[in-house]
């Protein structure tokens, strides 16, 4: 059974940094890859970045890029996602999520539909 539990969300002024952490257990060989998504009151779930559970071959949006940078504890099966210089438009539920074969939203390249119970992040002066 595949569990991910976020933490690490919070308020922060524009331009400030925080790390977003998701534990993460009970993958098998269906859910080879993990991402963080965010999510707006009235929008949709958006991909934020990916990676394979070995920590490799990540990949980032095209609004986060430079920004934002997802990593992986392989032995500790946790994955980071580090956001520097936040800005009001990443303000936003985060969810860590892990890949569901033909079940889930699609993003990077794969269906993501086990999911976290989110973590809320928030960017205001």
């Known amino acids: 059974q595949v569990q991910l539990v976020e933490s690490g969300g919070g308020s922060v002024m524009p331009g400030g940094s925080l790390r977003l952490s998701c534990q993460y257990s009970?993958?098998?060989?269906?859910?080879?890859?993990l991402a963080w998504f965010r999510e707006t009151p009235g929008n949709g779930r958006e991909g934020v970045a990916r990676?394979?559970?070995?920590?490799?071959?990540?990949l980032s949006a095209d609004s986060v890029r430079g920004r934002f940078w997802v990593s992986l504890n392989y032995r500790n099966k946790v994955m980071y996602l580090q956001m520097d210089r936040l800005q009001p438009e990443d303000t936003a539920r985060y969810y860590c999520a892990a890949e569901k074969k033909n079940d889930g939203i699609w993003a990077f390249g794969h269906q993501f539909g086990y999911w976290g119970q989110g973590t809320q992040v928030t960017v205001s002066s």
């Open positions: 009970g993958l098998d060989d269906n859910s080879n890859w």
């Open positions: 990676l394979h559970k070995t920590g490799g071959d990540t």
